[in-house]
């Protein structure tokens, strides 16, 4: 079996030799320009993972799994113009470095390449992997269109949060793990397992990104903590505060996340103090773990060896760990 | 055999059928929205057409003609974004109804539809379908790119802008009619055939319409003459008037075209009269017959009676004759 990394330099090396060399430059330049950046490549490696831990053939499922990554990339962009973001992997993001008829148009035409690629699945293995893809992609839509609603709602409940990171960041990996075990022509029951262990880590993974995004050690994490709290951002931290909150707290709290005036610094400052005295990030941590153990459950239902599932175990545990 | 318009009032009821009334709401009311706007149904009808002509089963091709008609619209809503249009049938845009990032996510939601619908093509033609639609959407992109490479290029020759309709326009139309007759289990050469017939009737419709827009009676055509002139857009017209003109009527046509402050008004009456003095019209209607006799050659080629083929000669001839 390939380690995980492994996995990965055949994602980095596949996608580095697509040429894009292609006319219009103008449309395939800026596609050429987001696969360069990076990034983990975890959902394609996770494929290709999923594939070789059920005895399938990784070779297979190498087309497929870029497909997926270039399907992830496309969505980046498109959310990167509608979240007005202007940094990408310490980039500048598509629409900064042109504009954003350039990101919409080379972000769809992604969307066409990535269905290329997924179509790459061995012809029997076809319309399977299709029907998840396809359903994962309008998923990622609708996550993203909740994502954007909570943004002016103020009765966000915790269970429509988990629903929406679910949907934007977990049916993704979920799908990756799934088509990789189509293709790797696993059982039903493997297949299912595989993508119920994605959904809890990737819904663990963002709880995480949550708790990072706050409590944080800010050389390791790479960023400057507190950014959610800044733009008012309704994460599960935020949600669960305003759960927990009550007298005082509650009162500071709202002012804290309403107030156009207060400083930056100062409110990330008092917001942190009040999570520390609501416990927020012991809560946080044991959710994390709660998605954590039902993805571990997932994976011992599996019928295969401990040798075979070492290398998601350890990815797992890794998530769970990371400080970044 | 069914009438085209027969075949469109099918593909009128299925959209009407289809249920959009799903979570979240606000990612489906805008493509609900979008398709009950109307619009020609021309592709899907055409897709339905072929299938019917090569004695295929209709009913088999309706998902298909639909995903057709869904991602047809996809390319409206994003291209409304990109040109900034404000009305589309009449009624707002999506981007102008509701904003431009409900418009790029409900847009990528339609594309997803749309593979979604294609896809429910029969097992057998389920690949062949895919390679043809997906080459095409990729060229429809590229289409749209080169269309707007040209609004600031002053160097376009006529020959890059009739393969620039050829992608943005044609290779839709042509796309529906392959897949129709693809799934009606046509022989290569028809499918073939009925591909390059779609491929020049397209391009003469293009050309038809940028005809319209500065020769037509505004009553019949429903809308004020002269708009790509307006909007100094490099029709055929345009390229083929700087093409012939010389002395005197290339220094107006210059001076028109760069000015900024010359009345709208104005500059559609002497742009006209520059034409008019150079038969652009008459050119421009020599380029359409031309497209028109290489599409009926395409038919005449294909080994089917005459009487299957009526339908389609019916509606070639009435893109050339149309008014509006």
Redesign the interface.
């Known amino acids: 079996m390939k380690t995980l990394e492994e996995l990965r330099e055949i994602i980095r090396n596949s996608i580095s030799a697509i040429d894009f060399n292609r ?2 430059y ?2 395939y330049e800026p596609i050429s320009y987001i696969l360069s950046l990076g990034g983990k490549r975890l959902r394609p490696a996770l494929c290709l993972l999923a594939c070789d831990m059920v005895n399938g053939n990784v070779d297979a499922a190498i087309e497929t799994a870029i497909g997926i990554e270039i399907f992830h990339n496309f969505t980046l962009l ?1 959310d990167d ?2 979240d007005k973001a202007e940094i990408r992997r310490g980039q500048p993001t598509v629409h900064t470095k042109w504009d ?2 350039v990101a ?2 080379s ?3 992604m ?3 990535a ?2 690629y997924i ?1 790459q699945a061995p ?1 029997g293995f ?2 399977k992997v ?1 029907s998840v893809f ?1 359903k994962t ?2 998923e990622v ?2 996550g ?3 994502d ?2 909570f943004e002016t709602r103020d009765d966000v409940s915790i269970e429509e949060y988990l629903n929406m990171i679910r949907l934007k960041t977990a049916v993704l990996v979920a799908g990756s793990l799934k088509i990789g075990a189509i293709i790797g022509d696993a059982d039903e029951l493997t297949v299912d397992k595989l993508y119920n262990f994605g959904e809890n880590i990737g819904i663990a993974f963002q709880l995480k990104d949550d708790l990072l995004d706050v409590f944080s050690d800010v050389k390791k994490f790479g960023k400057v903590s507190g950014g959610d709290i800044v733009s008012n951002k309704k994460t599960y931290l935020y949600l669960k505060a305003f759960e927990l909150a009550s007298g005082d707290d509650l009162s500071l709290l709202t002012k804290l996340f309403s107030s156009k005036t207060v400083d930056a610094k100062e409110k990330v400052i008092n917001v942190k103090e009040i999570y520390e005295s609501l416990k927020i990030q012991q809560v946080t941590e044991a959710k994390i773990e709660f998605y954590y153990q039902r993805a571990k459950t997932c994976l011992d239902e599996i019928k295969l060896s401990q040798e075979k599932k070492a290398e998601l175990v350890k990815y797992a545990e890794s998530l769970k760990r990371r400080e970044r």
Chains 1, 2 share one sequence.
């Open positions: 006319n219009p103008e449309l498109h113009i509608m954003d008829n919409i148009l972000g769809d035409t969307m066409a390449l269905y290329e179509m012809v076809r319309s299709f396809n992609a309008i839509c609708e993203q269109q909740y954007m609603n």
